[in-house]
């Protein structure tokens, strides 16, 4: 067969009739100059075109001999009824660049000169894999043209190998079997650690320049990356960092939190707020993909503790909360926080309660039982229980400490979800009871939340306050917090009482250890012997006050006692009742008057004794 070169070697050039002609240089006119249409393509020599391809909505209309030269695939068809006969074409379905890429391929098959760059250069490898454009056919094909750009051109630079990953993501999956997207990743992880290495003495807590340019890939393809840099070596930390840094980027609303009950009022109907600050419900197709980031993310966070921040797993199980992610995935998340949760922040655990299947709204509570709160307690709940099953399995001293560390962020927790309406006494005693007793130092964490709850709770039975007290300690509260609690209406009375108590307990305490100790320094230094002396007679007159509203209370309580047996044989007698309420009630609030330190006559002897030492008026500790 003649060749077309031969053929075309006195055809004069013919003009461009369109603007959109490809411009043939002289020395390198093989054929006549071509146009292209709208939706064709020409070729327009004097030998007239035997061949139609269709790729995307592009009809080609082209000579068959430059093509069976080069492309493997369209000669095995050659011999089909379809393409011998003339006038029949052939529709490339799903060709990799789609027509663009095939319209270079053909400038490639007739001759004339192509050029290679980083933006073009993946898809021309999928295509020339595609037309089987092999070295069987011709010295020199595209297949090994590609292929040599790729290896000795694009995998030797940073920004080239970044551009021709971030082209493999439309070249599913001709671009993963021909290894380009592991070759790349492997060429980026490499690069990666070494900068790592020769970086890290000098700052070793900076952010690596490259989390930015990886961060802007399609998640399986940044996982990819994230394999082979771990493979590399590369340290959890820098690992951890990288992916937070693709969380931000991608997932805008980690960054959003919420201050709680702060500021919202206690009726149900204020108590609705988005954690998107009324951003509009996102698209079906922009949630599977959120989701499916987020769930990638979780599966690829490294298990060291020091990876990523205690911040950042909560963050993460607020998304999968959000999105419904597997179960399995948010459990994960729920046990990685756990080993950390001593790092965390009380505003960090404060988490939505999502409708489920609908991501972004929270419950209404306007039609909301009494267990549905605001917030979602029963995952904080699973938390702690995950760490105190970590525990058993941790050094004593340590366990200890980090118990202690534990203690005071669930009591700063318990305080904020007091505030809520709807939060039960049987899930706020389950939550303040997690932690073993011996695991607070005090109990003044637990007396605010507790006070914080009687006040958003005003309406609570005396047995539900009696049962809501019973959580704290009353020996375990400071002395601060003793003389607020001994003012504190809302505590019911007998709490009050072993509040009371246990004040004295603490005074007679710190009186006899500065006995001794005073007697020491009197011994070496005269000169403070006034002052210790002073202290001593302050605790007492302290302690003489105590006694005094101990036994006063114990009186009343009594009187209380019989005034109630004398009421259940009667049938109504409500007069005498609240006299001697009033008569309880009113020793909160006298002031107490005549009393002399160390004056034994002065304390009531008997439960009749009527004098009134109140205290003054009880205060809430909000």
């Known amino acids: 067969m003649k060749s077309l070169e031969d053929s075309m070697t006195h055809i004069d050039r013919i003009d461009q009739v369109s603007d959109k002609s490809i411009v043939i240089p002289n020395k390198l006119i093989t054929v006549a100059d071509s146009f292209r249409g709208e939706h064709s393509w020409f070729i327009a020599p004097q030998i007239p075109t035997d061949f139609s391809i269709q790729v995307e909505e592009t009809t080609y209309n082209v000579h068959k001999y430059p093509l069976i030269s080069k492309c493997g695939y369209i000669g095995r068809l050659e011999v089909q009824p379809l393409i011998s006969n003339s006038g029949n074409g052939l529709m490339l379905e799903n060709f990799p660049g789609g027509s663009e890429t095939f319209e270079t391929i053909l400038k490639f098959c007739y001759g004339l000169p192509i050029d290679f760059s980083p933006e073009n250069i993946a898809a021309l490898r999928c295509a020339s894999e595609f037309l089987e454009m092999t070295e069987e056919l ?58 790592e290495l020769t970086s890290e003495d000098a700052a070793p807590n900076q952010e690596s320049w490259w989390f930015n340019d990886v961060a802007t890939f399609r998640v399986d393809h940044f996982m990819r990356i994230i394999s082979a840099v771990r493979a590399k070596g590369t340290k959890a930390e820098i690992i951890g960092k990288c992916i937070m840094q693709y969380a931000k980027r991608w997932l805008p ?18 108590l609705q707020f988005s954690i998107f600050s009324g951003k509009k419900k996102e698209s079906t197709g922009h949630s599977k993909e959120q989701k499916t980031i987020i769930e990638s993310l979780i599966s690829i966070i490294p298990t060291q503790q020091e990876a990523v921040t205690c911040k950042f797993l909560l963050q993460m199980l607020k998304m999968a909360m959000m999105y419904s992610v597997s179960p399995a995935l948010t459990t994960d998340l729920e046990k990685r926080v756990s080993m950390v949760l001593e790092d965390a922040e009380v505003n960090d655990l404060l988490i939505p309660r999502y409708q489920n299947g609908d991501q972004g709204k929270m419950v209404n509570m306007n039609n909301s039982s009494e267990e549905c709160t605001m917030l979602d307690i029963d995952v904080v709940q699973r938390i702690v229980e995950y760490f105190l099953m970590h525990e058993q399995q941790q050094m004593q001293q340590q366990q200890k400490t980090r118990k202690f560390n534990i203690s005071r962020l669930l009591d700063s927790y318990l305080a904020e979800i007091a505030r809520d309406p709807n939060l039960s006494i049987t899930k706020f005693q389950v939550l303040a009871e997690l932690l073993p007793e011996n ?26 306050r009696r049962r809501l007290c019973k959580i704290m300690n009353c020996e375990k509260l400071s002395l601060d917090a003793c003389m607020h609690a001994s003012q504190n209406e809302r505590l019911s009375l007998r709490t009050v009482v072993q509040v009371l108590f246990s004040e004295q307990v603490k ?25 210790a002396s002073m202290d001593i007679k302050t605790l007492k007159a302290e302690l003489e006050n105590v006694k005094s509203k101990m036994v006063e209370l114990q009186s009343d309580y009594f009187e209380l006692q019989q005034e109630y047996e004398k009421l259940s044989k009667k049938p109504k007698n409500s007069l005498g009742w609240t006299l001697n309420w009033r008569k ?39």
């Open 138 to 195: 011709e010295d020199g094909n595209l297949i090994s043209k590609t292929e040599a750009f790729l290896t000795f051109v694009v995998l030797s630079s940073w920004k080239d190998t970044i551009t021709v990953l971030k082209s493999c993501e439309n070249l599913s999956p001709w671009a993963e079997n021909l290894q380009i997207v592991r070759r790349c990743c492997d060429s980026i992880a490499w690069k990666a650690s070494k900068d």
């Open 253 to 270: 609303g980690m960054d959003v939190e919420i201050e709680g009950l702060r500021g919202y009022g206690h009726e149900k109907s204020n």
């Open 439 to 464: 695991t607070r130092s005090y109990d003044d964490g637990v007396y605010r939340a507790i006070d914080t709850y009687l006040k958003t709770h005003p309406s609570l039975t005396e047995h539900d």
């Open 507 to 531: 005074m007679r305490t710190a009186m006899q250890e500065k006995e001794p100790a005073q007697s020491g320094i009197q011994s070496e230094q005269e000169g403070n012997g006034t002052s």
């Open 584 to 622: 309880i009630k009113n020793s909160f609030h006298t002031k107490p008057a005549g009393l002399e330190i160390g004056n034994k006559q002065d304390i009531p002897k008997s439960p009749n004794h009527t004098q009134r030492r109140g205290t003054p008026r009880r205060q809430s500790m909000s």
